[in-house]
């Protein structure tokens, strides 16, 4: 296996694993995509950003750097479509309240509340979920574990892979 199929194999397994963790069961909806990206840039965050908006969808964008033999989640954005805005928020992490089997998406620090997503949607809430730092570290454990076994998304999620030139 060359390094661009261990870059795409490793985005595959994290979209995966983040999609199982952020919808538990629940089918992801048409208006609703997760996908792997190189760190945004001011012009790649605009255009998804517009692609949002025309698709009328929601996206969680995983962000790697996929220069590195093995590459890992160096951050999370989520760009959401509403009415004639387009918002977006990077530095989003992982959380997980304890017992729970699905995650929420923190946002930077200084924002309000926090991230659900839904199977067609992402919604902001008020609060912020109880237990802020042992639920990111319990979400960060997960997520590797997911991310080194495996999971199942058949018939929840369609994962395409697409390699930049």
């Known amino acids: 296996m060359n390094t661009a199929d261990t870059a795409l ?3 595959r ?3 995966e694993a983040v999609s199982k963790m952020l919808l538990g069961n629940k089918k992801m909806g048409p208006s609703l995509s997760i996908m792997a990206a190189d760190p ?5 965050a605009t255009h998804i950003a517009l692609t949002a908006k025309e698709a009328n969808a929601d996206i969680v964008c ?3 750097d996929f220069t590195v033999p ?8 989520l760009v959401a479509a509403r009415d004639e805005a387009v918002y ?6 992982l959380t997980m309240a304890s017992g729970s089997r699905s995650a929420r998406l923190l946002p930077r620090e200084g924002t309000r509340g926090h991230f659900q997503i839904l199977p067609s949607e992402i919604v902001q809430r008020d609060s912020k979920p109880a237990g802020l730092l042992n639920g990111i570290d319990r979400a960060a454990s997960h997520l590797r574990q997911l991310v080194r076994n495996g999971v199942d998304v058949t018939d929840q999620v369609s994962v395409h892979l697409v390699a930049a030139e």
């Open 40 to 44: 945004l840039t001011p012009a790649s």
């Open 13 to 15: 397994r994290y979209v």
């Open 70 to 77: 093995e590459p890992e989640l160096l951050g999370i954005t």
């Open 88 to 93: 977006i928020h990077s530095g989003c992490r």
């Open 62 to 64: 995983l962000e790697f």
């Open 9 to 11: 194999d490793t985005a």
